[in-house]
């Protein structure tokens, strides 16, 4: 089982990036996915979510800039992140689970089974 982000970057504030979560050894469809945020010297937050019937949820302060979607013939979950600001910073992760089976813990993040390790978004004013 492997989740591995990709698309992070250095980028200055009101530009976009999309960041990818590429899954793999899991059946896809049955996979709720989350993006977590881990700014330096906070906790590891979730901010968006996923869910297999395509309903999404996304946390106050990115709501109307970010856009979680799937591609389940891909296996890869996307973050689109718009008009980003300096307090978008930090290593973004993405987690997963299927209903029923116990959430694990990585790091500080809490709240899902599977974890991948990050990948760090640098958003300067």
């Known amino acids: 089982v492997q989740l591995v982000e990709s698309g992070g970057g250095s980028v200055q504030a009101g530009r976009s990036l999309r960041l990818s979560c590429k899954t793999t050894g899991l059946t896809f469809e049955k996979l709720r996915v989350a993006w977590y945020r881990q700014s330096p010297g906070s906790e590891c937050t979730d901010i968006a979510k996923i869910y297999t019937d395509g309903d999404t949820w996304y946390r106050t302060p990115v709501k109307g800039r970010f856009t979680v979607s799937r591609d389940n013939s891909e296996t890869t979950v996307y973050l689109q992140m718009n008009n980003l600001r300096p307090d978008d910073s930090g290593l973004y992760r993405c987690?997963?689970?299927?209903?029923?089976?116990?959430?694990?813990?990585?790091?500080?993040?809490?709240?899902?089974?599977?974890w991948g390790k990050g990948t760090t978004v640098t958003i300067s004013s």
């Open positions: 987690g997963a689970d299927v209903w029923g089976e116990p959430h694990t813990t990585s790091g500080t993040c809490t709240g899902m089974t599977y």
